[in-house]
């Protein structure tokens, strides 16, 4: 909560209700579905990605965002590698993958609730040993 620095990103593009996109979607920022995707969802660039799925938007596909938000429906498999949050009418049919999750009275998953654990640093220093073995 407080001193947090990657705080979920403003909401830059919108797929309107009544739009049907077929295809895959990677967006830096903020992105706001309120019609009908008809494949994988992912956020790219150096800051954590937000995705908004409305209470009247359908998903069909993997979603892979740092900060997801789901009052509709998803059909495939979620990924939020900070932050998941399932509002009322969240009907998610998959396993959601998860750092941190709130899961609110009335949301649906069909599907494993899978808890990720913060990686381990990639930069690795091998130690050797002080003493020569001449």
Same mark, same amino acid.
């Given at each position: 909560?407080?001193? %947090?620095? +990657?705080? *979920?990103? *403003?909401?830059?593009?919108? !797929?309107?209700?009544?739009? @049907?996109?077929?295809?895959? !979607? ?15 969802? /992912?956020? @790219?660039? @150096? /800051?954590?990605? @937000?995705?908004?799925?409305? &209470? ?13 938000? !789901? ?13 998941? &949050?399932?509002?009322? %009418?969240?009907?998610?049919?998959? +396993?959601?993958?998860?750092?941190? !999750? &709130?899961?609110?009275?009335? =949301? ?21 040993? =002080?003493?020569?073995?001449?």
């Amino acid at each position: 909560m407080f001193g %947090k620095s +990657n705080k *979920p990103s *403003p909401i830059d593009s919108l !797929i309107g209700a009544g739009s @049907t996109i077929e295809g895959n !979607i990677t967006f830096t920022g903020g992105l706001r579905i309120d019609g009908h995707v008809k494949g994988n969802v /992912k956020a @790219t660039g @150096t /800051k954590p990605g @937000t995705l908004v799925i409305s &209470e009247l938007a359908k998903v069909e596909g993997e979603i892979d965002v740092a900060h997801v938000v !789901i009052n509709g429906t998803v059909a495939g498999p979620v990924r939020g590698s900070e932050y998941v &949050e399932l509002l009322p %009418k969240a009907r998610v049919t998959g +396993n959601v993958s998860y750092k941190s !999750i &709130e899961v609110h009275v009335g =949301a649906i998953v069909m599907g494993q609730l899978v808890y990720e654990s913060p990686q381990k640093s990639e930069k690795v220093v091998e130690l050797k040993s =002080a003493t020569n073995s001449d």
